[in-house]
C-alpha cells in the first residue's frame, strides 16, 4: 500500500544546548537533510540543492522575472472558472 513513498530522514541540531561548527553541520547535511534549531527556537533546514533549488532561488531574486510575473498575473484567464467546470462536466 505504501510502495513507492519516500520518507526523508532528517538529523536535528538545537543549538540551544550545543555548540555546533558549520563544518559538522554539512558534514551532517553530506548524508541528510538536519533541522537546526537556533537559540530563538526558530527552526531551519540544511539539505543539498538540486538544480530545481538553485533555480527557484535564482528566480526568486531577479526583479526582471517577478515583475515579468506580476504582469502576466494582470492578464485576463482564457477560460473563466465557470466555462472550465461546465467543460468538465463539474456543473
Same mark, same amino acid.
Given at each position: 500500500? +505504501?510502495?513507492?513513498?519516500?520518507? %526523508?530522514?532528517?538529523?536535528?541540531?538545537?543549538?540551544?544546548?550545543?555548540?555546533?561548527?558549520?563544518?559538522?553541520?554539512?558534514?551532517?547535511?553530506?548524508?541528510?537533510?538536519?533541522?537546526?534549531?537556533?537559540?530563538?527556537?526558530?527552526?531551519?533546514?540544511?539539505?543539498?540543492?538540486?538544480?530545481?533549488?538553485?533555480?527557484?532561488?535564482? +528566480?526568486? !531574486? !531577479?526583479? %526582471?522575472?517577478?515583475?515579468?510575473? %506580476?504582469?502576466?498575473?494582470?492578464?485576463?484567464?482564457?477560460?473563466? +472558472?465557470?466555462?472550465?467546470? %461546465?467543460?468538465?462536466?463539474?456543473?
Amino acid at each position: 500500500m +505504501l510502495e513507492g513513498l519516500k520518507i %526523508k530522514v532528517m538529523t536535528t541540531v538545537d543549538l540551544r544546548h550545543s555548540e555546533i561548527t558549520v563544518e559538522y553541520l554539512l558534514r551532517l547535511a553530506d548524508k541528510e537533510a538536519v533541522v537546526i534549531v537556533a537559540e530563538n527556537g526558530r527552526e531551519f533546514v540544511l539539505e543539498e540543492a538540486d538544480e530545481f533549488d538553485k533555480e527557484v532561488a535564482a +528566480l526568486s !531574486s !531577479s526583479e %526582471k522575472f517577478i515583475n515579468f510575473l %506580476k504582469e502576466r498575473a494582470k492578464e485576463p484567464a482564457t477560460l473563466s +472558472l465557470d466555462e472550465v467546470e %461546465k467543460e468538465l462536466g463539474l456543473v
